[in-house]
Antibody, heavy 122, light 112 residues
Framework: QVQLQESGPGLVKPSQTLSLTCTVS??????????WTWIRQHPGKGLEWIGY???????YYNPSLKSRVTIFVDTSKNQFSLKLTSVTAADTAVYSC??????????????WGQGTMVTVSS | DIVMTQTPLSLSVTPGQPASISCKST???????????LYWYLQKTGQSPQLLIY???NRFSGVPDRFSGSGSGTDFTLKISRVEAEDVGVYYC?????????FGQGTKLEIK
């Protein structure tokens, strides 16, 4: 059974860097043709696609965040991580990692982490 | 970027009655490969979203057949033939024809 679990600080100060990690169990980041994705949800709002790192290590970021976002993997720990720099209160959200199943139709997010709330505040 | 617009933003339905949610996109979601990349997700309270429908009308594994999707191009609809208590939550449409993928604002379904 594939599971994803986010971890990281729940509170980040303005202008600092938000760093989150998603630990994957039951699957390998480098196999299966999947796209390992970060999605966030502002309080009481809808969903925003942040970006992904593919099974081949390629990345794609939402242009609205591109200058501040980095997604990378640690294959030895089977984890992928999100870094978002120069955060403001507008980055306060629940951050979730998800697997876009590469063997299914594009957009098939079949496995999600439970999500982690990150608050940007001094 | 493609903007997805859902209506209504909320609806209250008596159990056993039907429900319908509309989703419109600012660009056609028909890809050159012949597929239309419109998805429906349901987010129950305190949970992550779960996939209901992919490519307009295909139910994901385990999704009850009371859920159905239809539409083409830029106009799409999710229908629940007979709403049950477990269907409460927020429904999102999502386009995946181009990145960045984008979601509708969400439609909150409540039970009367």
């Amino acid at each position: 059974q594939v599971q994803l679990q986010e971890s990281g600080p729940g509170l980040v100060k303005p202008s600092q860097t938000l760093s989150l990690t998603c630990t994957v169990s039951g699957d390998s980041l480098r196999s299966g043709g999947h796209y390992w994705t970060w999605i966030r949800q502002h309080p009481g709002k809808g969903l925003e696609w942040i970006g992904y790192i593919s099974y081949r290590g390629t990345t794609y970021y939402n242009p609205s965040l591109k200058s501040r976002v980095t997604i990378f993997v640690d294959t030895s720990k089977n984890q992928f991580s999100l870094k978002l720099t120069s955060v403001t209160a507008a980055d306060t959200a629940v951050y979730s990692c998800a697997r876009e199943n590469g063997s299914g139709s594009r957009g098939t997010f079949d496995i999600w982490g439970q999500g982690t709330m990150v608050t940007v505040s001094s | 970027d493609i903007v997805m617009t859902q209506t209504p933003l909320s609806l209250s339905v008596t159990p056993g009655q039907p429900a319908s949610i509309s989703c419109k996109s600012t660009q056609s979601l028909l890809h050159s490969d012949g597929k239309t990349y419109l998805y429906w997700y349901l987010q129950k309270t305190g949970q992550s979203p779960q996939l209901l429908i992919y490519e307009v009308s295909n139910r994901f594994s385990g999704v009850p057949d009371r859920f159905s999707g239809s539409g083409s191009g830029t106009d799409f609809t999710l229908k629940i033939s007979r709403v049950e208590a477990e269907d409460v939550g927020v429904y999102y449409c999502m386009q995946s024809i181009q990145r960045p993928y984008s979601f509708g604002q969400g439609t909150k379904l409540e039970i009367k």
